[in-house]
């Protein structure tokens, strides 16, 4: 309603004019969310995100140069309890001072054409995407101001991944860009730092996760913010004052949504959608808007090569999940892995590209 219709009606109506005035203005105010659950909880969804129903998840990083077992490679090989055929597998291939770092050489992408991959998603049906920007490893997948040569434009690919997909999406399809972001990192010194003064310092959520997530959301836009971060006490991440600020202050205030992994304790609680545990899918109604996060691949998120045909669900499985999965109220993301190379192997392909999928079924 314009302030001229605004003043016409109040003409005719006089007195109920004026609450209905004050009544919104009082809204208005009332729509500023505060730092604590109570308040962020409170904002509605966005109503894209409910009736998007179906949305692809994109598992890229240097994790995919080894593309062995899965995205926790690194984690398996060097974490606190080695997974023997990760150590072997080092051992039999690479030279013995070969570091983790050295795998981002060869994080080529000579073959990512974003334009190709856009249209894959469009076909597929999807009215979201959702890539991660940054896993575990710590490698960012856009020229971040704070991963200082552990990043997608220093080193490996020496390209904007993040930023090629939001161009390629936005100019060719009407999808909505997600971004999966992880507050934590396996191996970042200064975050280990910060856990051994058991969270008191935080040099490294103030000096990188956090700025990061700013970085995202000011230079991408996303409306899907897709956070991953549980080993760490919620007010060690601040997620709280960036959720006010993403809601209230951002330039996607009003058409973000956010998943619920926040901190420790806040899945399935906290937040935006909840996405509970990796493939959740509770069979029920539920009421809180829920999202089933699940992969083609079911033991790995990221591509590896070791997988066998058999290792992937059936179209068959695939529709049937989606079908449990919307009609318990959830959205369903269904995640691909693409190689190093900026491929997507036939088989994932295949799944997405017909155009007939999972669409016809809503
Ligand atoms: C995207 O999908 C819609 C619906 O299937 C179709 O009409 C449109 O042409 C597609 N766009 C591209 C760029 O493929
Ligand atoms: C760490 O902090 C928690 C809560 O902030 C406290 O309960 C615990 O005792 C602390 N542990 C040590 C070793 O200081």
């Not at 894209?48 to 490679?73: A, T």
């Not at 023997?84 to 994080?107: G, H, I, S």
Request: glycine share 6%.
């Amino acid at each position: 309603m314009t302030i001229n219709s605004l003043g016409l009606v109040c003409s005719a109506c006089g007195l109920l004019c004026l609450f209905v005035f004050f009544s919104q203005t009082f809204s208005l105010t009332s729509a500023k969310y505060t730092p604590d659950w109570k308040s962020l909880d409170s904002r509605p969804l966005p109503a894209w995100y409910d009736e998007g129903k179906f949305g692809i998840f994109i598992h890229w990083g240097v994790f995919s140069v080894p593309s062995y077992i899965s995205e926790w490679f690194w984690w398996y090989w060097r974490g606190t309890k080695p997974r023997p055929t990760a150590v072997k597998f080092m051992l039999e291939n690479y030279r013995p001072d070969f570091t983790y770092a050295d795998f981002a050489a060869d994080f080529t992408t000579e073959f990512y054409n974003p334009d190709v991959w856009a249209d894959l998603f469009n076909a597929s049906g999807a009215r979201y995407v959702v890539l991660t920007t940054k896993h575990h490893e710590g490698f960012t997948m856009w020229p971040s101001s704070v991963s200082f040569n552990w990043n997608s434009k220093d080193c490996g690919p020496n390209r904007d991944l993040v930023g090629e997909l939001a161009s390629a999406v936005r100019s060719r399809t009407d999808i909505h860009l997600g971004l999966y972001h992880s507050l934590f990192e396996w191996f970042n010194p200064v975050l280990r730092q910060d856990e051994e003064n058991n969270f008191t310092t935080k040099n490294f959520v103030t000096n990188k996760a956090m700025p990061e997530l700013y970085e995202i959301v000011n230079t991408y836009k996303p409306d899907v913010v897709w956070s991953d971060g549980d080993p760490a006490p919620v007010d060690y991440w601040g997620s709280k004052e960036f959720l006010a600020w993403l809601y209230n202050d951002s330039p996607v205030k009003d058409t973000v949504v956010t998943n619920d992994r926040w901190g420790e304790g806040t899945g399935c609680k906290h937040g935006g959608f909840f996405t509970c545990a990796d493939r959740y899918n509770p069979g029920k109604l539920q009421n809180h808007k829920w999202e089933n996060a699940m992969t083609i691949d079911k033991q790995s998120w990221g591509y590896r090569r070791d997988a066998n045909i058999k290792d992937y669900l059936s179209i068959e499985e695939i529709i049937s999940t989606f079908i449990e999965t919307i009609s318990c109220g959830g959205n369903m993301l269904m995640n691909i892995g693409p190689t190093k190379d900026g491929t997507i192997e036939p088989v994932l392909r295949s799944v997405c590209a017909d155009g007939t999928f999972l669409p016809t079924l809503l």
